[in-house]
């Protein structure tokens, strides 16, 4: 069971908005879109009977249903969702800490690995020339295919950066991986560093 917490305040106050809902409102989703990435949003929306909800986890432990959406499980981790009233109607907040880097424990995916490394190690130091290296799949369990954006792209250096920078530092912290894969378009070069 995650543990996001949604406060007493909170609760009464999406039980509220979910009474006035069609009838074909079901309960709450919640998700983080861009997950892992600086960009990262925690979303609450109304989950209507027609959503696909296989990839969610559902608790019923609240006065309505909360579903969790799976893939966003280690980065709602901690989360707190809360309400509070005052005269314009009041605000509803949700902290979620892990939103932009998730915690990942012993028995992580390899996928959660290469992101927490990238987000945490990797794109802080591309941030000072404004790039950003994400991931975009595994390939044969042992190879990261990584998409380059901002400054990265189009970048005259970025051979340098992903050999002796991103590859070297994936492989080391992560004995498993094999190899790394670009598939940026470099001929892009609008927003590149070095041009």
């Known amino acids: 069971m995650s543990s996001i917490e949604i406060t007493k305040s909170a ?22 879109s861009e997950p892992g990435s600086p960009r990262a949003e925690t ?9 696909d909800i296989s990839e969610y986890e559902i608790r019923e432990d609240l006065s309505f249903k909360l579903f969790l959406e799976k893939k966003s499980l280690s980065f709602i981790e901690g989360a707190k969702v809360d309400y509070s009233p005052d005269k314009f109607g009041g605000t509803l907040t949700i902290k ?5 880097v998730p915690s990942i424990g012993e028995d992580a995916s390899l996928e959660e690995r290469v992101n927490y490394l990238l987000y945490t190690e990797i794109n802080p130091s591309l941030a000072s020339h404004g790039g950003e290296v994400s991931l ?15 400054g990265c792209q189009g970048c005259g250096m970025v051979d340098v950066t992903l050999k002796q920078g991103v590859e070297k530092t994936l492989i080391e912290e992560i004995p498993e991986l094999k190899g790394i894969a670009d598939v940026t378009d470099h001929s892009y070069k609008e927003n590149a560093y070095y041009k």
């Open 43 to 51: 979303c609450i929306a109304y989950c209507k009977d027609d959503d």
């Open 136 to 150: 975009v799949e595994i390939t044969n369990e042992e190879t990261a295919v990584l998409q380059f954006g901002g």
């Open 11 to 32: 609760e009464s106050y999406l039980l509220e908005l979910l009474e006035k809902q069609e009838s074909d409102t079901i309960g709450v989703k919640v998700f983080v």
């Open 96 to 100: 979620a800490p892990n939103a932009k």
